[in-house]
């Protein structure tokens, strides 16, 4: 289907905010009413002429307005009124009215392609990434249309490639990467759908063909964030009323919640649910889908997947057949070449929502075997007569940690555990809690160093962290600045260590302030160090 962009009058907008019930009033001249209107924005530095220009932040100005109003804007979306000669439309939420002008001004362009969701405390940029590997290789062997993403790795869109700033971005943004991927006509596209931007109304009135709910864990509890796990776990249940078929893991954490909350999702046609641990039935609910015999074989992580079937009880010959029993048949094989037996639940998540899509096994199964995630679970053999293995990983949260060592320890058993870990400024604050606690029951000696301070000292980040593992029992030492802390740490590593870079993989900036400070990855340090 060829996408082409309707251009639609202002009085189409406020129609569609009042149907959302976000809409207040409008002050202005009627004729401004059937004007086009071309741009959507935030920004006064993208403002332009027949531009709509939207007014939020906390540290939202005035001046911003006058800005975009000098560069053509003709109204503003606000849920202040300000001192200006433009028309204004007052709503009740900003977030919420960006979403709904977002949609508008692309015209659902989502609908144009297989929209994909994945929410979860962890994973979901491996999960992405493995559904990356298995569609690139279907759609390219079928001649269809590629594959998109939004990922907190990266960004493609189908037209445009860039490192990522947001999980998810905001609304605005949304629409146009969603609307890029209409235009190049993709056959699918995938996002992560972080608890900010559910909370937020980043994705508000998306519809996904397919959405999986990963897992649940604890992260990004704070003043600026969620003031408590309840409120970021309520933020999470949004995602079950966007998904059209819906894969839920039933090995996840508040199971007895998410189930019945998936089972009356709003737009709900298929539930779907999947167990990587291998349980038929979980809270009354069969598994649809279950892993089998998770192990190491000839250097991958293998696993079976099998389907739930239904066969008539027939235990006493010539006997009227009984009730339906339920059994699993085995589909097939997987194999992964990256490390990690976590990441079993990974790839049982991407099979599940490829099979959904209609793709053969076998086409998902050799996929997987190539699949590589940037950043995620790369290991190098670091160069010497020491046995030094250095395993970079985007592992940022409680349960991301809590599983990664729990690999590690059984992956490389009798090997020494060191890890380079910091806390971000700003979010997740948490973490400076939760990560040393984790840090300090699995390794032998952390390396506490800068990570994405942003207005926080990152010394003084570095010293709690420090003191929360000292607490915990843990040994550590601080070096902020990153590149050091990991050629040292590699410098004094003993015969048979595994070192862990945590959180940045191959991010290739720093986030200090307002700035993105470009820096060498931790990948590229492993490399280097490996050659």
């Not at 059937?34 to 220009?53: K, N, Q, Y």
């Not at 975009?68 to 009740?92: D, K, M, N, Q, R």
């Not at 519809?207 to 709910?213: D, L």
């Not at 999702?265 to 979980?282: A, D, H, M, T």
């Amino acid at each position: 289907m060829n996408y082409e962009r309707k251009i639609r009058k202002l009085a189409e907008y406020i129609d569609a905010l009042r149907s959302e019930g976000v809409f207040i009033s409008f002050s202005g001249e009627k004729d401004a009413l059937e004007r086009p209107v071309e741009f959507i924005t935030f920004d006064s530095r993208e403002a332009c002429e027949g531009s709509l220009f939207v007014c939020k932040g906390a540290n939202f100005k005035a001046e911003y307005l006058d800005k975009a109003a000098e560069a053509g804007a003709f109204c503003y979306v606000s849920e202040t009124a300000y001192e200006s000669p433009l028309p204004c439309i007052l709503v009740s939420d900003i977030r919420r009215a960006m979403a709904v002008l977002a949609n508008g001004f692309n015209g659902r362009a989502w609908r144009n392609y297989n929209l994909i969701g994945l929410t979860g405390t962890k994973g979901k940029s491996t999960t992405l990434y493995y559904i990356k590997a298995v569609i690139e290789a279907y759609t390219k062997k079928n001649g269809l249309g590629g594959f998109g993403f939004l990922s907190t790795i990266d960004t493609f869109d189908g037209i445009e490639f860039f490192e990522s700033h947001l999980t998810t971005p905001e609304a605005l943004e949304l629409g146009k990467r969603l609307e890029n991927g209409a235009k190049a006509g993709l056959w699918a596209l995938g996002m992560e759908v972080s608890s900010q931007a559910l909370k937020y109304d980043r994705s508000y009135g998306l519809e996904f063909n397919i959405g999986a709910f990963l897992n649940y864990g604890v992260d990004h509890i704070g003043s600026t964030e969620h003031p408590t796990e309840e409120d970021y776990f309520q933020s999470k249940l949004r995602f079950v009323d966007q998904c059209r078929t819906l894969c839920i893991n039933l090995d996840s954490a508040r199971i007895d919640e998410i189930l019945p909350a998936a089972q009356k999702g709003r737009i709900l046609e298929k539930l779907i649910c999947y167990s990587p641990s291998g349980q038929r039935s979980v809270c009354g609910r069969n598994a649809d889908y279950i892993a089998l015999n998770g192990r190491k074989e000839n250097g991958h992580i293998a696993f079976e997947i099998a389907q739930k079937t239904r066969l008539l009880d027939r235990r006493a010959e010539g006997a009227e057949p009984g009730p339906d029993v339920l059994d699993y048949g085995i589909i097939g094989t997987i194999r992964l070449s990256m490390p990690g037996f976590f990441n079993i639940e990974n790839a049982l998540a991407a099979a599940v929502i490829c099979l959904e899509l209609g793709i053969p096994f076998d086409d998902i199964a050799s996929a997987l075997l190539e699949a590589k995630a940037a950043g995620r679970m790369e290991m190098f053999q670091m160069k010497g007569e020491k046995d030094v293995k250095i395993i970079v990983d985007y592992a940022h949260n409680e349960l991301s940690y809590q599983k990664l060592f729990e690999s590690i320890k059984e992956e490389f058993p009798g090997y020494r555990v060191e890890i380079v870990f910091g806390c971000p400024g700003g979010k997740g604050l948490d973490r400076r809690e939760t990560l040393p606690r984790v840090t300090a029951k699995f390794a032998d000696y952390a390396w506490i160093t800068e990570e994405d301070p942003f207005m926080d000292d990152p010394m003084e980040i570095s010293k709690e962290v420090l003191a929360n593992l000292e607490k915990y029992g843990g040994k550590g030492e601080i070096i902020v600045d990153r590149e050091q802390c990991i050629r040292e740490a590699a410098a004094r590593a003993a015969d048979k260590t595994v070192l862990i870079l945590a959180a940045k993989g191959r991010e290739l900036y720093q986030h200090r302030g307002n700035e993105y400070v470009q820096i060498v990855s931790d990948a590229q340090l492993a490399e280097e160090l490996s050659r």
